[in-house]
């Protein structure tokens, strides 16, 4: 099971940017695909992106304004935030999985604790 720590999350005015970073442990981070979810105050945990060796994937919410990335040299994934919005406002979480699919699903073992995000308008 791969550890995750998140980091990057802050406060910031709508129309502004962030930069999240998720750092994993483990040798075979490249094998893994990862995602990113956030969960709102009083709302259930959505998936945000996904990201495997081929493909990434995107909730249409944040299609556009959101770029989700990877380093495997440094066992880390980001998520760039752009244009942010106050229905942004939430935890977000990063999340490890076999596959893409499995990642989008959110059935997941691997979990990071999370780092707030503060849109204000």
């Known amino acids: 099971q791969v550890q995750l720590v998140e980091s990057g999350g802050g406060l910031v005015q709508a129309g502004g940017s962030l930069r999240l970073s998720c750092a994993a442990s483990g040798r075979t981070f490249s094998s893994y695909a990862m995602g990113w979810f956030r969960q709102a105050p009083g709302k259930e945990r959505e998936f945000v992106a996904g990201?495997?060796?081929?493909?990434?994937v995107y909730t249409n919410s944040v299609e556009g304004r959101f770029t989700l990335s990877r380093d495997n040299a440094k066992n880390t994934v980001y998520l760039q935030m752009n244009s942010l919005k106050p229905e942004d406002t939430a935890v977000y979480y990063c999340a490890a999985g076999g596959t893409l699919a499995t990642v989008v699903s959110g059935d997941l073992s691997s979990w990071g604790q999370g780092t707030q995000v503060t849109v204000s308008s």
């Open positions: 990201i495997s060796s081929a493909r990434t």
